[in-house]
């Protein structure tokens, strides 16, 4: 029997908990041998809950017991989570979490100690919830010569556009109803600014390349600014919008970015909507690869952990590898990037901006009383230059 520790009682620990007691016989023969739930650290008592007498209050009760050989750290958030881990992987204990904040900014580290320690971390729920992507870039896809990886990384903001586009609504009214229904934080900055969705491409661009991706590297931008009419302009041009995040590799350079995106409705990733999230993989050899599901939620995340649980007993006494270090990976500025952009301006500037962007633009017509066309092939560099030239910019948004 392998007995383990859950480090917070919250959405995602009560869901681990939960997995084990009610797939108990599922995960027994997964892992080759029993797992029992001996302890669980959260500073709340649970009285009434069937494991209120596992409930401790100080970590030293898990890291000084020796029968301890997993520790599923679900608390969130950077201290104390860091530096209880880290405690745990130099006191030969195993790790797995769902804590992406955490995983984003010191995973490499962490790999690196439990590599040291003959140990090891997984952090399979720290990206796209139940969604399994991590373990096949880490396992099915090593062989791959991966050179992107792309996609819906936030079930929140897929949510939101979502329903503007279907429903016509503006951003705040369906960001008031995503609260209400428990999609969206009561402070969703995270969500909406694109910081979540940067914090997961940074930890799957690491695995990509190797390396240590660091996510305040990363451009990002969230959908604070998409309105109701740039859904009309997608729609025109038979496409959506989705917040994407992507990192690609293209002979020494390697990019990462989190905007929103205009996706043509053929593209696969269109037809993602609601909470849902999807993550596209291109390898040399295999192609176009797609992982799709809830990418948070109790139980799909819960069941993540416990898959990282079941990894980790099946090579009991071994260090499984991750491809990540603590080499910083040097990413190509984000101006460099060409693509075609979506622009829109006050109809007194349209000559200017003819004159700006040149004859190989593509008009839109609208009914809004404005300039909207959509660029040649232009890099991010002298968009923005020629952009800020203009005086009524209403908006623009990047062409996948």
């Known amino acids: ?170 951003f705040a009214t369906v960001l008031k109803r995503a609260q209400e229904k428990g999609y969206a934080e009561r402070n969703p900055e995270a969500d909406i600014e694109g910081y979540d969705a940067c914090r997961k491409i940074a930890i799957l661009a690491s695995l990509m390349s190797g390396e240590y991706v660091h996510y305040e590297d990363i451009y990002t931008e969230g959908i604070t600014k998409i309105t109701i009419e740039d859904f009309e302009y997608a729609a025109k041009l038979d496409m959506t919008i989705k917040l994407l995040g992507m990192c690609k590799k293209n002979d020494d350079r390697f990019f990462a970015i989190v905007a929103p995106f205009l996706v043509p409705k053929d593209n696969i990733l269109a037809s993602v909507n609601n909470v849902f999230n999807a993550i596209t993989v291109h390898g040399n050899m295999l192609g176009d690869v797609m992982f799709y599901g809830k990418g948070a939620g109790k139980e799909a995340t819960a069941s993540a952990v416990v898959a990282d649980v079941v990894d980790i007993v099946r090579h009991m006494d071994k260090h499984i590898c991750i491809n990540m270090n603590g080499k910083k990976a040097q990413l190509t500025a984000k101006d460099n990037a060409v693509r075609q952009f979506l622009v829109r301006v006050s109809a007194n500037e349209a000559d200017d901006a003819k004159e700006l962007f040149g004859t190989n633009i593509t008009e839109i017509e609208n009914n809004l009383g404005e300039f909207a066309f959509i660029t040649d092939l232009i890099s991010e560099k002298h968009f923005e230059e020629k952009k800020n030239t203009l005086k009524t910019v209403k908006g623009y948004i990047r062409v996948l």
């Open 1 to 170: 029997m392998v007995k383990i520790a859950v480090l917070g009682y919250g959405t995602v620990g009560s869901g681990v908990v939960k997995v084990i007691d009610d797939n108990h016989e599922e995960v027994k023969n997964s892992a080759g041998e029993e797992v029992e739930v001996k302890y669980i650290l959260d500073l709340r008592d649970f009285p009434g809950d069937k494991h209120e007498a596992q409930v401790v209050h100080d970590i030293e009760v898990i890291l000084n017991d020796p029968e301890i050989k997993v520790i599923c750290e679900t608390m969130g958030g950077i201290e104390p989570a860091f530096t209880f881990e880290k405690r745990a992987l130099e006191s030969g204990k195993s790790v797995c979490t769902s804590n992406k904040e955490l995983v984003a900014a010191h995973g490499p580290e962490l790999v690196e100690l439990a590599a040291k320690n003959n140990v090891s971390y997984l952090f399979e729920a720290s990206v796209g919830g139940g969604i399994p992507e991590i373990r096949a870039l880490n396992d099915s896809l090593k062989h791959e010569k991966i050179d992107s990886i792309m996609g819906i990384l936030n079930g929140t903001t897929n949510y939101i556009l979502t329903k503007m586009e279907k429903e016509g609504a503006g």
